[in-house]
C-alpha cells in the first residue's frame, strides 16, 4: 500500500475540513475588507530566491529545504514561506516601479524538510498578507489589528509581543555593544550562541536555552538604541494600539536577524497549545525589495500557521442547512432529482438516487444535518405535491410541487 510522505497530511474529515474551509474563508474576508487582494505565486522557485531572502545561515535554508534539480538542470526548490515569492512577484512585474500602495494577501502549502515532531509537518499551510509602498507605522498597526480581528472571529485567545529591530541607522552600533557583551560572557554560553556570535549576533537573543536566558537578561536592549525615527514610530505604534485597545506585551528578545527586518516586529502566541507558541508573525521589511534587486520600497506583513490554528478554532454552533430529497416509489425519482437541482440555485441540497422508506430518508437527512427532509411517494406524484419535514421544529406539511 501506498501511504502518504513522512510528515505531509490529508485534510479529509469532515470535522478538521470545516474547520480547514472556516479559516481560510475568515481570514479571506477580513484581508478584503482591509482592502488586500489575492495572489498566487508557484509551490516551486528558484533555489537562488530563498537563499537571498530567507538568508543561507538561516536553519530553513541551511537544513530544511525540498531542494532538487529539475529535469532542465535548474536548481529548484519547494517554497519553505511565502514572502520571498510575493517580492519576487512584485519585482517581476514591475510594481515597485508603478509607485503607489500595492496589498495582497496569500495562502497554501509550504513546505520544510523538518523533523516530523507534534505539530510540525513537512507539508504546512500558512495565510499571509504583504503590504508594498507605505512607510507609516499606521500601516503596521493596521497588520496587527487584522491578525487580531482574524483571531478573535475565529474565537482564538492570544498574546501580542511587539519589538522594534531598529534601522540601518541604530541597528549596526546596537549589534557592536551586543558582540562586546557576548565576548563577556562567552564561556558560559550554549554552543549555537558560541557560532551565532559571529553568523548572526542579534539571534542569541531568541536562544531557548535557560541559562543563555538568564545570562542575557543583562544583555543591552535595542529599545533604548533606537535612534529618532525608530523610538517615535515605536512609541507612536503603541499608542495606536492602546487606542484600538489591543493589548501587547513588549519582548526584547522577538528578533528576526536578517538585515532587511527593520523597526516593528510582532509575534502573536497562544498559551493553549504548549510550547510550539507562535500563531502568528510579522514584521517590517523596509529593505528586501532592494535586497533582491527591486527599486527601494517599504513593506511590512504577516504569515499564520494554519495547522496550529485549527485546533483552537471556536466552531460556530452547527446549525441544519438546506435540503434533502428522497423518493418512495421508483417513478418519482426523476422528479427528486430536478427538484433538487433547482433548490440548488439558491440552497444547499442533496438527495438520494433510490427509491426508499419514508425511515430511511429521515434517517439520511438527519445524517446530512439537513433543515427539511422532502419526500414523493407514489400518492405525491398522483397529486403533483411534495413531502416536508422541518427536522428543526419538528413541524411537517404537503406542499403542491408548484409551490415547493
Ligand atoms: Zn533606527
Ligand atoms: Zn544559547
Redesign the pocket.
Known sequence: MIKSLRGMNDILNEEDSKRFTHFIETATQIASRYGFHYIKTPLLEETALFKRSVGESSDIVGKEMYQFIDKGENDVCLRPEGTAGVVRAFIQNKLDRAGGTQRFFYHGAMFRYERPQKGRLREFHQFGVESFGVESVYEDAQMIMMVADILRELGVGFRLQLNSLGCKECMPPYRDNLVAFIESVEDE??E??QRRKSTNPIR?LD?K?EK?QSLYENAPKLLNSLCQSCDEDFEKLKKILNANSIRYEIDTNLVRGLDYYSKTAFEFVSDNIGSQSAIAGGGRYDRLVEFLDGRPTPAVGFAMGIERLLELIEMPQNSREGYFLGAMDDEAVDLIISLTQAKRKTDKASCDYRARNLKNHLKAADKMNARYCCVIGSNELENQAIWVKDLENKSEETLSIKDF
Do not use: E, G, L
Request: glycine share 0%.
Open positions: 554560553i550554549c549555537d550562541c542569541v536562544c536555552n543563555c
